[in-house]
Each structure stands twice: as C-alpha cells, then as structure tokens.
C-alpha cells in the first residue's frame, strides 16, 4: 500500500520582513508539470503587532470541486479574521478550506483567499503547504537531501508501524507487571486513552499528554516509535451505552473543539515531538450508532437520534481530523467498528458513506485519514478457521445460523479487508491501511474448539466450531472467557497497517453495579452478569465477569482471565 512520497525542498523558508514579503510560487529548476500545485503567501501590509496575507493557490493535479489548504507557523501568529475561505487555526496549525461559491478547482486553475492575523517577535512564513493532502511548490516525484526513497522531514510514511518501535505505557506496564504472571506482556506497547479534557494534562498525579510523548521520546532513542493515542470524548458521546458515556453533553460540540481538541492538537504539532510517529483511534463507538441505533430499528436509542439530528458526532470527528491531520507527523485511524457491528448489508456501505461524511466536514478531506481500526475494545475473533461464510451444512449455508445470523462476514480479519475495499469504493484514498485491535479476541485456553462442529444442523456446525466463545455476538462488556489475542505486530496481512492492543488489557470496560464517579460514566446493564439482554444482544445474558469496576480502572480478575485464556498462548 504505498503512499505518494513528497520530497520536500530545503529552503522554502523565507522570514518576512517586509512589506510584499512572499514565497515564490514555482522554484526556478522545477517544471510546472512537476509540481502537483503551487501557493504563493504574500505578506501584503506588516505592523508592528499584526500583518495582513493574501494567499494564491495554483492547482495543476485534476479538477477539483472542494479544497483545503493547510501549513503550520512557526512562531505565534494568530489569524484573527479571513475572506474568500473558511479558516480555522488549532495552536499552529491553520486549515483554509473552500466557500460554498468557490469550490471548483480546475486543472490549472488559481483561487485566492486573504486574512489579518496577529504575531509577536519574528513572522517568518510557513514552510510547507499541502492542497487536499499533497505538498505544493515540490517535485513530486523527487526524493530530499536524506536520500532515494528515504521520506524526508514531515513526510507520512506508508505504513506507521514499519520499521519502528511502538510506544509501552509505563503506567499500564507497572499495573501489569504486578499481577502474577504479568510480566509476560508488561512489555507489550498499548493505546494511551484521552477519554476526558482533564486527562490531557494528567488525572489524579497520573501522566498526561505531554508526560507520555516526552517518555515517547526517551523510548525512542535513534529509532523510529510510534506512539498510539485513543481520541475518545465527543459530545454525547456512546449514544448507545451507559458505562461508556462522557463528560460532555450533546449540544456542547464548542467545548470538544476547544478545550479538548484543540489542546491536543498543540500539544501534538509542539516541534519538540516531530520526530515521532503519532497514531490516533478517533472516536471509537461513535459514527456506526448513527446508522444501526437510529430511527425505526428495534437497537435505536434517542439519544442516538439526538445526535443523529443535531450532527455533533460529524461535526466532531470532522474537526478532530481536520486539526490532527494537519501535523505532518499524526496518522489519524477513524474508528470503524466491527464486524459484529456493520458487516450486514444494511449497514456496511451505510457506515462508509457516513465515516465518508465525517471526514468531509469541518474543513477535513479524505487526505486527514491514513486508515481506520476495527474492533477497537471488543471481543470479535480475528480469524474463524473451522468455517468459512461459504460453508453449507446439509444445504444450509452458516449465514442462516442463529451465531452469524445473516452477517456477510464470520470473523474480524475478512471484514476488515472488505471494509477497507468499501471505503476505497466511497471515496477514500487507496492507500489506506486497517489496524484490527487484538488485545482480547485470542479465546484460547479450554473451551476453544480444536475442530468443526457437529454437523447434525447449522447451529451444531457453527456454535461447535466457533473461536469466538461469547453468548451472543452483541455482548461488549467484560466478555468471560476472552483471552489475549495476536499479539502487536506490522503488516501481518494483506491490507492491514498492524495487529494492535489500542484497549489496554485489564482496564474494565463498565462496573458490574452501579458505583458513583466523576467521570460521567454510568452503569449499564450490559456490564450486569445477570441481566437477561436487549434487541442489540438477542435478548440473552450479558456474558459479563462480576465484580467489575467502572470503565478504565483495572480489573484484575479480567487481567488474569485473559492471560489464562490467551492464544497464541503465553508462554
């Protein structure tokens, strides 16, 4: 899956000092067919305290009907106010996207937009632009200074995993560590899950942002690290569970935007952390509830229908795109459910063209989305092997089974790799890769069948053989019987970035009863081992362990339970 490599030229930096300041649009030993798009940035009119800029923007790649421009300052300027383009600024980073009258791009074509910003100390300009992803005024089959083939500074590579080290939360690893037999998988890199404002600067003497990317950088050393962030507070967030709910109210999409998003989005594009390879989960549980928990369906909730109406799970994932996608060193992964989740008909290609929506909105574009991950904190099994969806039993394909119930897909690896193709099909780039959360599908030990079932009918054939052991395929929380699955690793198949662990194992996902906190997280029965289930699990038994703390707080019971029922089994 190879993404276009953007050589980037050395001296496009130029300090405005003046009055008419700008950055030549086409450096002098380029050809114009070579260069993808062209911006020129005009410092116009310079005070001591403020500037005004006009922006052209050049476009020799295909026709376009919408278009975002991005770059980072370098010192403190602030945009204060802007024409003839939407833009919107998170720390350094500035997004100029297109108004409704000026769209349409042609091969060729020009369009200019201006603003008035504010600056202390020097003003330099940016040093690098990107039209809908691409960088302008470069070669773009050229290679920088670093050598061929070799991405140079800013550059995204193919895969983010590639070649490099991924990031061990000391924090989870300590936990680990002290359970018996822990240190087995003490070392193993997990997510680290900013799931309120307040855990951007650390939550009760605990790490924040900053104190995670700053052991990020010691981890690193000379190599390459990624380091792997769950975005995960939208407003009304988990429309259609309780042990998941968060701080912030449907209607408070402004404060998402500006006291979460875009303290992270400064905290990211700091140069200090360029040198790391950021993934973000954005917003797991979010953008599937709109199509299967909404309106006529039996699953539907009203308060998936408030967000559904008012468009803050859009909204919201469009600027957390918008303003991460525009740090050259953030590879943004939106989060794409399950297969359990959206691999019938009536909600796979529905969930495309709403993650297609999203990632469209708020002055984001497709070239925001690096990939998407599956199963983010769930259970789906990462590969049935006794049976495949074309498996029949006496005439009867497993499709009719009670287990897989007319699902076009049996396991998490297939879904994957079809989704993937789907997003392509809607308009995602064909580079993107898939990222498939193993940290609790492995279901070994015992119970884990070593062979087809009995082939007596098609429920004995599949509930016999199946890998995945939970009582009903809807059942999310604190599953028994779950053990750890693959463990990380890169590009283990045909489409798919990395096999990782974004939900730490041994933090629970919701309390087994109810227990008051500050965290905005309710109790939802599902967490509840003895409620009798809803529509979303075939009105059956939770499945859950007992005992269970609210959602994030260790779980000790589940940790030695995965570690017992691990596969690949520990050794």
């Known amino acids: 899956m190879s993404r276009t490599r953007i050589a980037m030229l050395a001296a496009l930096a130029l300090v405005a000092g003046a009055s008419g300041t700008s950055l030549a649009a086409v450096p002098d030993d380029l050809g114009a067919a070579a260069v993808p798009c062209t911006v020129d940035y005009k410092v116009q009119n310079e005070w001591s305290t403020g500037f005004t800029a006009s922006v052209t923007v050049t476009n020799n790649g295909a026709a376009k009907s919408s278009w975002a421009v991005k770059w ?7 945009i204060t106010n802007g024409w003839n383009a939407r833009i919107n600024q998170s720390g350094t980073s500035v997004t100029a996207t297109n108004e409704s009258y000026n769209g349409t791009l042609g091969t060729g074509g020009s369009v200019s937009f201006g603003f008035n910003a504010s600056y202390s100390g020097s003003n330099a300009i ?3 632009f990107t039209l809908d992803g691409v960088t302008c005024n470069v070669d773009d089959g050229g290679t920088d200074p670093g050598g061929p083939g070799e991405p140079g500074e800013g550059d995204r590579v193919d895969n983010p995993y590639s070649g490099a080290k991924v990031y061990v939360n000391p924090e989870w690893s300590e936990k680990a ?34 104190d995670h990317l700053d052991e990020a950088l010691s981890q690193k050393g ?86 559904k109406a008012n468009g803050n799970y859009v909204k919201g994932v469009g600027y957390a795109l918008a303003q991460l996608g525009a740090i ?15 691999g019938w008909d009536d909600n796979f290609n529905a969930s495309a063209q709403i993650f297609k929506e999203a990632a469209t909105a708020e002055g984001a574009t497709v070239n925001d989305v ?4 599956t199963n983010t904190a769930n259970y789906s099994a990462l590969k049935e092997e006794n049976f495949t969806i074309n498996s029949t039993v006496n005439g009867t394909s497993v499709r009719e089974s009670g287990w897989v119930d007319w699902n076009r897909y049996v396991d998490e690896l297939s879904f994957a790799q079809a989704f993937r193709n789907q997003l392509v099909s809607v308009g995602f780039n064909s580079s993107i890769g898939m990222l498939i959360d193993t940290s609790r599908n492995g279901w070994g030990g015992s119970q884990r069948p070593t062979g087809p079932g009995a082939t007596t009918n098609v429920n004995t054939y599949v509930d016999g053989g199946r890998y995945d052991r939970r009582i009903h395929i809807g059942n999310w929380c604190n599953q028994s019987g ?4 693959e463990r990380p690793q890169t590009a283990p198949a045909a489409g798919i970035d990395a096999y990782v662990w974004m939900k730490p194992p041994g933090e629970s996902d919701g309390s087994s009863t109810a227990i008051p906190n500050d965290e905005g997280k309710g109790f939802d029965r599902m967490c509840d081992p003895t409620y009798t289930g809803n529509a979303r699990n075939g009105n059956n038994l939770s499945g859950a362990l007992p005992n269970a703390p609210v959602s994030g707080h260790w779980f000790s019971a589940q940790f ?12």
């Open 560 to 571: 030695q339970e995965l570690m017992r029922n691990a596969y690949p089994p520990l050794s």
């Open 482 to 485: 779950a053990g750890l699955g």
């Open 72 to 78: 980072a300052y370098a010192g403190n300027q602030q």
């Open 126 to 128: 940016p040093a690098t």
């Open 177 to 210: 560590a002290a359970e018996p037999g822990g240190s087995r998988i003490a070392d193993q890199p997990t997510g680290v899950w900013l799931d309120r404002i307040a855990a951007i600067n650390g939550v009760n003497g605990g790490m924040g942002l900053r």
């Open 328 to 342: 050259p060193n953030v590879y943004n992964y939106v989060d794409a459910g399950h297969h359990g989740w959206i």
């Open 370 to 373: 690096h990939g998407f991950i």
């Open 222 to 307: 000379s190599d390459e690290l990624v380091i792997q962030l769950v975005i995960y507070n939208l407003p009304g967030r988990d429309c259609a569970a309780l042990a998941s709910n968060g701080e912030l109210g449907p209607t408070e999409i402004d404060r998402y935007k500006n006291e979460y998003i875009d303290p992270i989005a400064e905290i990211l594009s700091d140069p200090k952390y360029a040198s790391l390879r950021i993934v973000t989960t954005v917003e797991i549980d979010s953008l599937p509830n709109l199509v299967t928990n909404t309106g006529s369906r039996p699953t539907a909730t009203p308060e998936c229908d408030v967000m």
